[in-house]
């Protein structure tokens, strides 16, 4: 998801319910700095967490894959969770797709979920991007392209006509995708 779209939020609660089932969890953060602020908030939390600071997952690969190796062979979790750099696209082809053919053997690759914030999405879509430079439409709308599954998050900042509204943009722009 794009910046802000409530991603840290969503993983650390994603991460609880697998907990509450009984399942191990390791997350892996990633940002273009390092000491991330994102890092340090879902351990204060509790969870096992890698970060792959400096870059973003496709620019460090082999940082993430080594990251992942650590977390498997530390904490033997059940489930992965990672939460790339807001501003990434093309993760797809770049770092799922890598990972399913080179790590096949070693992980599971769920779905792409990728988060839509609303105030992003109403103005975007609708193409009221004003505000939004053309580079940062652009991400957006790869990175809904991209997903298997779309997340309308933190919808309860909207009324119910503004929810209905987003959700029918999102479904308008991506008809075959998945959308929660």
């Known amino acids: 998801g794009f910046l802000g779209a409530g991603k840290t939020t969503a993983i650390a609660r994603a991460a609880q319910h697998f907990l509450d089932s009984g399942q191990q969890v390791g997350i892996v953060t990633n940002d273009q700095a390092s000491g991330l602020v994102d890092?340090?908030?879902?351990?204060?939390?509790?969870?096992?967490?890698?970060?792959?600071p400096g870059a973003c997952f496709c620019c460090n690969f082999d940082d993430l894959v080594?990251?992942?190796?650590?977390?498997?062979?530390?904490?033997?979790?059940?489930?992965i969770l990672t939460e790339p750099?807001?501003?990434?696209?093309?993760?797809?082809?770049?770092v799922i797709e890598p990972l399913r053919r080179i790590h096949g053997d070693a992980y599971?690759?769920?779905p792409f979920v990728v988060l839509c914030k609303p105030e992003h999405g109403r103005r975007i879509l609708s193409g009221r991007s004003a505000g939004f430079s053309p580079q940062a439409a652009y991400i957006f709308h790869k990175q809904l392209e991209e997903a298997d599954i779309l997340v309308v998050n933190k919808t309860d900042k909207l009324?119910?006509?503004e929810r209905e509204e987003l959700v029918a943009l999102v479904r308008r722009h991506c008809p075959d995708k998945t959308i929660l």
């Open 159 to 161: 009324t119910a006509e």
């Open 39 to 52: 890092t340090e908030q879902l351990r204060s939390l509790g969870f096992r967490v890698g970060e792959v």
């Open 85 to 94: 750099v807001g501003s990434c696209t093309d993760l797809v082809a770049t």
């Open 108 to 110: 599971e690759i769920g």
């Open 66 to 79: 080594g990251t992942l190796t650590r977390l498997t062979d530390e904490a033997r979790p059940d489930v």
